[in-house]
DNA sequence: AGTCTCATCTTGTACGTACAAATTATTGGC
DNA sequence: GCCAATAATTTGTACGTACAAGATGAGACT
């Protein structure tokens, strides 16, 4: 850490810990240099940011003064915001779950907001926010594999001091926490699976607007290749948030249809996977005897179908958990900015969706 | 004038006049302390505090832009506050969904607390979000057929002028408006439906603790009723929360190992009738052949099912948007306290889990 | 075409020196 | 004891030097 970041948090003790009354005078820039051996422009450096924080006031030639604290008439609950892609039903209501109980049982409260995956509104999501006394922020990345038009927002937030953390992705130019699954393993497991059973000519379906999903594909690439598969024209099918409702649809009947079809799918998440099931249905073919299917994050559709899917575990409300633990684990000092990232490893689960050919 | 505020000036004019473009990387600390013939600290001086300002945003090793302007003026966030029983994903996401939407599209924030449904956590939350500046609340109650122990903070948000509404039911003894399913009428359609099917010895299971499953049992007993068909001992089965993994299955299978055993089921809600129809499968009966079942609330379970069920519908989403909009009309003036309630009339979805007995 | 290494560029941290500007303390004269 | 002049103290401005850390581009190699 900074010397001057280090000096501002011995300073802020002495005003947290009342050591230093209000108007009373502190050391002067010399004797702090002094105290702390360093020099007297590293702690200009730290006295100009606790004074636009409104924590000090200077008079030039007088000395450096405790401000008065706000008067506050209880203790205000404070609240974390989450920004989300979606609201839906998918693993969403799991997530929160896990954040919402974490936070409430700390005496924190959770506003919570959704970008439905567009960076327009990511930006006025963040805006908002920054508006607002949020202490805190866990963020899902909008179209993580876009770039990031709204980074000024984002390094505003740290200018503010308002940590954050992200989950299941981060922007790369970003290097807050992040919560995720090491999306290239389970896109690596999943043809390797699928491959262990005999298939060689599989099919991937993934939505790379997304960093999830282009990891997911890098996995799956690196699986076939290891395996000297052929990567046909069609062994991938690329799409995005607006296309999914049609391309991998389409993409599926189309392949299905040829002479030469591939026996297996591997799909971005179970939401693909239980439409593409139907593709399946459509062409006359049995889910798992002619065509075997995965699917990834273990939704409650993973089950709900008629044929339970093969998928890849995602931790869902223990994300969720140790998010908001992470984020005020960071809000409160007790870790460095940098702390470690959480990574999980999604693990297969084998239900009845895939079939061996040998 | 200090040497750092005139290139402040300047730069400020290069922001100003549409010069520099938003993400348009400004010259290098190097290039303006050569242009303007100072030294790169003071170049530096300058730049933190335009970035402390928000009109810049600075990247180690890569360079300084020109940060986006706001979207819209400097505008307070309002926030309101929905407290639900259950952060889960069976209708509950619609409903946020709906709401969320709503209060982003007229600039406010929503902050989420569940209740776990039980009435301290209702207290602690009440207490939470009276201690916030929301500006208005959506609340689920909690446990609403077991009494309203927590009167005195609902009367407190009338005191503190924070307009609230309710959703899915009311506590009797408050006048906010409401938004709900008419669920006795539901339960009487759904009692109405298996009886002109033939069905003659149906068996209800109602979570009581709540007045939804209070008035769904209401309306059942009154089809019934209205048809002479007999009320035996077992025709309801009454369960709450905590009993609902156990009471209404082990009642189930209990009542269809019996000679004389029903021959149509209907359930408080889809996750019952999911439930329900592995009790019929474990005693080796076939729905809808050996026996009907009925769900409510139209969820995403009643089509993830093999045997997709009939069931009565929910509004989700549009309860969601629709108490947002009655909210603000509320918070803005707009309507008085007593305005109308809005109560959906519930729609009978007939699928594959009832058949006719005729 | 992709990857790796290395040089260069750019911002970030830290320190030292020098002087300006405002305030306070000391000293000498009356 | 009071007042003016001066010195000392303290914050403010400015610059220079050195090195760290991150990003980028060129060139070599495969």
């Given amino acids: 850490m900074p010397k001057y970041m280090q000096l501002k948090q011995e ?4 005003l947290d810990s009342g050591r230093m009354k209000p108007n009373e005078r502190m050391p002067t820039e010399h004797e702090i240099a002094a105290l702390f051996q360093i020099s007297r422009q590293t702690v200009r450096q730290t006295l100009g940011e606790l004074e636009k924080e409104g924590r000090l006031y200077r008079l030039q030639g ?11 008439p209880f203790q205000e609950t404070q609240t974390i915001g989450m920004i989300t892609t979606y609201i839906s039903d998918y693993i969403f209501p799991h997530i929160v779950r896990g954040t919402e109980g974490a936070l409430r049982s700390r005496g924190y409260s959770l506003t919570l907001s959704s970008t439905d995956n567009d960076k327009n509104k990511e930006r006025e999501n963040l805006e908002s ?5 949020v202490r805190g922020l866990i ?7 876009q770039g990031n038009p709204n980074l000024d927002l984002y390094l505003s937030l740290q200018v503010h001091d308002i940590p954050f953390i992200m989950i299941n992705e981060r922007y790369p130019e970003l290097h807050c926490p992040c919560l995720k699954v090491d999306d290239e393993s389970g ?3 999943a043809a390797k699976h699928l491959i262990d059973l005999g298939h060689r000519n599989i099919a991937g379906f993934f939505k790379t607007d997304d960093l999830q999903g282009a990891n997911r594909l890098k996995g799956f690439i690196r699986a076939l290749r290891e395996h000297q598969l052929p990567l046909q024209q069609y062994t991938v099918t690329h799409y995005t948030t607006e296309t999914k409702s049609t391309v991998p649809y389409d993409a599926a009947l189309s392949m ?3 002479q030469e079809r591939p026996t297996a799918f591997v799909c971005y998440n179970d939401e693909l996977a239980v439409r593409l099931l139907e593709a399946a249905r459509q062409t006359g073919l049995s889910v ?5 299917v995965t699917g990834f994050d273990d939704s409650w559709l993973s089950t709900a179908t008629e044929v339970k899917l093969t998928t890849l ?7 969720g958990v140790r998010a908001a633990e992470l984020l005020l684990d960071l809000i409160q000092g007790r870790v460095e900015d940098a702390a470690k990232d959480i990574v999980y490893a999604p693990e297969l689960i084998i239900r009845d969706s895939t079939r061996s050919l040998l």
């Avoid at 007088?62 to 506050?72: A, E, I």
């Avoid at 963020?139 to 594999?145: G, L, R």
């Avoid at 575990?313 to 994300?319: C, G, R, S, V």
């Fill in 313 to 319: 575990t995602h931790p869902k409300t223990d994300m």
């Fill in 288 to 292: 798992p005897d002619d065509l075997s």
């Fill in 139 to 145: 963020i899902e990345p909008t179209k993580s594999a």
């Fill in 256 to 258: 299905l249809r040829q």
């Fill in 62 to 72: 007088k000395g450096t003064f405790v401000s008065q604290p706000k008067t506050r």
């Fill in 11 to 14: 300073i802020l003790t002495w």
């Fill in 129 to 133: 926010l920054l508006a607002q006394p």
């Fill in 187 to 189: 896109g690596y497991a």
